[in-house]
């Protein structure tokens, strides 16, 4: 089949539009949306950007004629076409957008080049025929003519974007509504998904300058994988709270349902272990992230954990939080809980002070990493460990 006949397969593939009241993205396994399934032996879609939604944001911003949202994002891998996701989940109203664009390309759903989507609910947009290079940044804006009365968002996103009004454009550091960018590639084998907090969304790295470890994964990776970053700030595992929804409760939407996914990264338990009361029992860490593993098994993923880092120095670290810590990594180390792990607590301690990060990666905050602990982070991945299916 030549590029062309494929990728005028892949823009065959219609909008899908998901309206569970909650959109917590549980179906049953097999089951996908249209439209997320490769439509060519020869190409697939895969993920090139991803952001987790986290959070309602009060409707300030909105102008009465409509507010643009211009959202910054950085792809992992390239393709020859491109569609979005744009999700209402936190939405008390209908979600009412037009003049969606890809890098100035405009974008339909369902052929219409306006869309509502329902309270709780996401949506596919069609295809778009556009080169997306890899490594780069895009722009995907969009006009919202109503916003659903509460604004879905990714905050603390560590990079800057805008909304532009009838008068006035200004900075955001969130991304608002959009929720995914998928690309067909010929190239790509699939979509590597990190799923974890603040420190995989990359607490403390450089603004703007893509340096959270999972970039820095995708870099090494060269464009042969998609790398969807699920990272929020200040999730937990066990409980929702100001980081969203638990972990155990959003994997299924956040990682099995991304597309493309082949090999889901787990980071996450640092906040349980350090935020929960001191007599939280590790085990409940431990078989949270065993269930997590046993759904991606489910849906024939690779599952590869890795351990929780030092924390000593923050403001609630005690010994008896700090016992849950290990208790919960001498678990990951025994290869009981996922098909692999990587140990990122041996990169980034400091081996005078095991309990604590190592000066030179640390943000200052004792807890998120700088540019140089985000890159130690990423270069300890043996890109052998992505491929290949769950242990058996």
Do not use: C
Not at 3 to 9: E, G, N, R
Not at 264 to 292: F, K, Y
Not at 322 to 330: G, H, K, L, T
Not at 342 to 358: M, Y
């Amino acid at each position: 089949m030549t590029v062309t006949a494929v990728l005028a397969a892949a823009l065959a593939v219609g909008t899908a539009l998901l309206t569970d009241p909650r959109d917590t993205g549980l179906r049953a396994a097999g089951q996908h949306p249209a439209g997320r399934e490769p439509s060519a032996a020869s190409g697939r879609w895969v993920a090139t950007w991803t952001a987790a939604p986290v959070s309602a944001a009060s409707d300030t911003a909105h102008d009465p004629a409509g507010t643009t949202v211009r959202n910054t994002v950085h792809s992992s891998t390239g393709g020859d076409a491109a569609r979005i996701t744009l999700s209402n989940l936190f939405g008390t109203g209908a979600l009412v957008v037009d003049r969606a664009r890809v890098n100035a390309r405009p974008v339909t759903f369902g052929g219409a080049g306006k869309v509502t989507v329902p309270a709780g609910g996401r949506i596919v947009s069609d295809a778009v025929t556009t080169r997306i290079a890899a490594d780069s940044n895009l722009v995907v804006s969009f006009r919202t003519l109503t916003t659903g009365g509460h604004v879905t968002q990714h905050p603390r996103a560590f990079q800057t974007s805008y909304l532009v009004g009838a008068r006035t454009t200004w900075p955001v550091d969130d991304w608002r509504y959009l929720t995914a960018v998928d690309v067909f590639s010929t190239t790509a084998s699939g979509t590597v998904v990190a799923f974890g907090d603040s420190l995989t969304a990359g607490s403390g790295s450089t603004p703007g300058a893509n340096r959270r470890w999972p970039d820095l994964l995708s870099d090494r990776l060269k464009g042969r994988w998609g790398m969807a970053n699920q990272g929020i700030s200040g999730n937990r595992l066990l409980s929702d709270g100001r980081g969203g929804i638990a972990g155990t409760t959003r994997f299924a939407r956040d990682a099995l349902d991304v597309t493309g996914v082949r090999t889901v990264i787990v980071a996450l338990g640092i906040n349980d272990a350090q935020t929960a009361s001191e007599n939280l029992d590790p085990q409940r860490v431990v078989d949270a992230l065993r269930r997590l593993t046993a759904q991606g098994h489910a849906r024939g993923l690779r599952v590869i954990g890795v351990t929780l880092t030092p924390f000593e120095g923050i403001g609630n670290y005690t010994p008896a939080r700090e016992a849950i810590r290990q208790e919960v990594n001498e678990q990951i180390r025994a290869q009981g809980v996922f098909d692999a792990y990587v140990d990122f607590d041996a990169v980034v301690r400091d081996p005078a002070a095991p309990q604590r990060i190592r000066a030179d990666y640390d943000s200052g905050d004792h807890l998120h990493f700088n540019d140089t602990g985000y890159r130690a982070l990423a270069d300890s991945i043996d890109l052998g460990l992505l491929t290949g299916g769950p242990k058996g």
